[in-house]
T-cell receptor, first 114, second 109 residues
Framework: NAGVTQTPKFRILKIGQSMTLQCTQD?????MYWYRQDPGMGLKLIYY???????DKGEVPNGYNVSRSTTEDFPLRLELAAPSQTSVYFC?????????????FGPGTRLTVL | AQRVTQPEKLLSVFKGAPVELKCNYS??????LFWYVQYSRQRLQLLLR??SRESIKGFTADLNKGETSFHLKKPFAQEEDSAMYYC???????????FGQGTRLTINP
């Protein structure tokens, strides 16, 4: 199993550009999450999903959108990139039960908005 | 509201010395506490959880509900312990985790 994979690894955007961060997991996990990691701020939850077709906002959803059409994929969309969105983005997943909330993380995407 | 506080952004100790990474939480219900670790160039991964009451890589953490703390301890630090450590909180059966700000631990030779 590849676990949780994210693409791209790095990206530089200009202000106002759009992009989609891809996240795929092959563990048949129902729950998936998007976080951003800023220095000294820890991980902040952007959006999460408890299953295909269901998404919900986290702590910092503004400026982002998500969709969950399949169990495997949970893409994160930035419509109008802003410098405040410069961050490292992590996708995570976990099964519905039996894991005591252990989340499995992807390698991250480092995004710079200039 | 759920909140996790890690008061130290940076912690530096010498190899062989004891290590304690502090974590305090705020939660009105019954909490589940976790420590996640991110080694250099590796993914964030679960280190240990309070419910298991286990020792992983020599680390232990005890949930103190009276002091609302979940400090991570290791009696003798090793250089390979250098990493970023995050404390995280969830309610029992909850869907989400709340992470602290993280502590970067550096073990000096």
């Amino acid at each position: 199993n590849a676990g949780v994979t994210q693409t791209p690894k790095f990206r530089i955007l200009k202000i106002g550009q759009s992009m989609t961060l891809q996240c795929t997991q092959d563990m048949n996990h129902n729950y998936m999450y998007w976080y951003r990691q800023d220095p000294g701020m820890g991980l902040k939850l952007i959006y999460y999903s408890v299953g295909a077709g269901i998404t919900d906002k986290g702590e910092v959803p503004n400026g982002y959108n998500v969709s969950r059409s399949t169990t495997e994929d949970f893409p994160l969309r930035l419509e109008l990139a802003a410098p405040s969105q410069t961050s490292v983005y992590f996708c995570a997943s976990r099964p519905t039960s039996g894991s005591y909330n252990e989340q499995f993380f992807g390698p991250g995407t480092r995004l710079t908005v200039l | 509201a759920q909140r996790v506080t890690q008061p130290e952004k940076l912690l530096s100790v010498f190899k062989g010395a004891p290590v304690e990474l502090k974590c305090n939480y705020s939660y009105s219900g019954s909490p589940e506490l976790f420590w996640y670790v991110q080694y250099s160039r590796q993914r964030l991964q679960l280190l240990l959880r309070h419910i298991s009451r286990e020792s992983i890589k020599g680390f232990t953490a005890d949930l103190n509900k009276g002091e609302t703390s979940f400090h991570l301890k290791k009696p003798f630090a090793q250089e390979e312990d250098s990493a970023m450590y995050y404390c995280a909180l969830s309610g029992v059966g909850a869907q989400k985790l709340v992470f602290g700000q993280g502590t970067r631990l550096t073990i000096n030779p």
